[in-house]
């Protein structure tokens, strides 16, 4: 069965980081696209960040220069690096299977999701 | 960017009722359109893409059309399990959700 888990939410100060996990299995994080979608409380949903098979990043403009997509191909596990956190950046971060036919992407697969609160 | 924007916000309905929500994108996103189902605390599922075409397990009873800047998703017979919120997805340049439809008792 196909599983995604995010891990690394918690409550963090302004200005701080904080390093979200997905751990992914019965596919391989390498020969997927990937994304985080995230979801303030009470609000919709706002794309993040994705990651190509091939390895190209793209970032909404919110995040830009402060959040950063990886990958571990070893351990089909993708990674979201938040810096600078701001109070903006607090809610359910989703990980997702992002499938291309055609075009990129529609996400068929999501986690359950791991809450980032941003707090002094 | 291509912004999403969906009606109604709130859509109120009955067991049996059939019941249309309406996508409509600020620029052509041709097909690349994909609905989603969000329950409470739950993540959101994949119901359809390329505006029309069921997501493999989707009840039948879930039916896309549109092309270009409207889209619609129709429940032909609204289940009790079919109360959620729903969301719109192009994919045609970036990745923008629309703001959700929530379908209520």
């Known amino acids: 069965e196909v599983q995604l888990v995010e891990t690394g939410g918690g409550l963090i100060h302004p200005g701080g980081s904080l390093r979200l996990s997905c751990a992914v299995s019965?596919?391989?994080?390498?020969?997927?696209?990937m994304a985080w979608v995230r979801q303030a409380p009470g609000k919709g949903l706002e794309w993040v960040s994705i990651?190509?098979?091939?390895?190209?990043?793209y970032y909404a403009d919110s995040v830009k220069g402060r959040f950063t997509i990886s990958r571990d191909n070893s351990r089909d596990i993708m990674y979201l690096q938040m810096n600078s956190l701001r109070a903006e950046d607090a809610a359910v971060y989703y990980c997702?299977?992002?499938?291309?036919?055609?075009?990129?992407?529609?996400?068929?697969?999501w986690g359950q999701g791991t809450l980032v609160t941003v707090s002094s | 960017d291509i912004q999403m924007t969906q009606s109604p916000s709130t859509l109120s309905a009955s067991v049996g009722d059939r019941v249309t929500i309406t996508c409509r994108a600020s620029?052509?996103?041709?097909?690349?359109l994909a609905w989603y189902q969000q329950k409470p605390g739950k993540a959101p599922k994949l119901l359809m893409y390329?505006?029309?075409t069921l997501e493999s397990g989707v009840p039948s009873r879930f039916s896309g059309s549109g092309s270009g800047t409207d889209f619609t998703l129709t429940i032909s017979s609204l289940q009790s399990d079919d109360f959620a919120t729903y969301y719109c997805?192009?994919?045609?340049?970036?990745?923008?959700f629309g703001q959700g439809t929530k379908v209520e008792i």
């Open positions: 990651i190509y098979s091939g390895g190209s990043t």
């Open positions: 620029q052509s996103v041709y097909t690349w």
């Open positions: 390329k505006a029309s």
């Open positions: 997702a299977r992002a499938l291309f036919n055609g075009a990129c992407c529609r996400f068929d697969y």
């Open positions: 019965e596919f391989t994080v390498s020969s997927n696209y």
């Open positions: 997805q192009q994919y045609s340049s970036g990745w923008t």
